[in-house]
């Protein structure tokens, strides 16, 4: 699904096998909140969240209180590519959980004067792919967030409710921008 409005609330399960693909694929100036984006049994380059921009301008994408999975080797959690050498992303990712089977948060930036800044705060990952050419992205288990594998009621067949003793029960930053629930 590719969003050019603010999503909440979706649940997106994708089995598909082409490479360069997501669950979900976020625009500039988009935000992913209270939501699930499940990417499985396809191949590798397959992405639970992509955000991209090729514009020449400053993009924000904002993920908050999602849960974003890859499970195949090669696949990832959340992915971000800047395609423009003059183009510059923010990705903030709050309250949330990023897992994939090749790296948890990856991404790229096309040079030039491009920059991708992947902003992650109380959420839960534990691998980033190593440091590419203008792209920062939070270092794990910092900034609240943790690292130890969440635990969730059955994930195998798309339940990602956390289980009873999961570290990231309550685990989360509480703020306004959370909603009502």
Not at 81 to 99: D, K, Y
Not at 157 to 169: L, Y
Request: charged share 10%; hydrophobic share 40%.
């Amino acid at each position: 699904a590719t969003w050019k409005l603010d999503a909440a609330g979706v649940i997106v399960d994708y089995t598909g096998t082409a490479s360069g693909s997501s669950a979900c694929s976020l625009n500039p100036g988009v935000s992913l909140l209270d939501s699930v984006c499940w990417v499985h049994g396809g191949s590798p380059g397959i992405n639970a969240v992509i955000a991209e921009t090729a514009s020449g301008t400053t993009n924000t994408v904002t993920v908050r209180s999602a849960t974003a999975i890859a499970t195949a080797p090669g696949e990832y959690g959340i992915f971000a590519e800047v395609e423009s050498p003059t183009a510059n992303l923010t990705i903030a990712v709050t309250n949330s959980i990023v897992r994939g089977g090749a790296y948890d948060v990856a991404g790229s930036a096309a040079g030039g004067s491009s920059s991708l800044s992947m902003a992650l705060s109380h959420s839960n990952y534990a691998t980033v792919e190593g440091s590419r050419p203008g792209v920062t992205v939070t270092t794990p288990g910092t900034n609240g967030n943790q690292t130890a594998a969440p635990m969730f009621v059955d994930g195998a067949s798309g339940n990602f409710a956390e289980a009873v003793g999961s570290s990231t029960i309550d685990a989360g930053l509480n703020e306004a921008a959370n909603g009502a629930t």
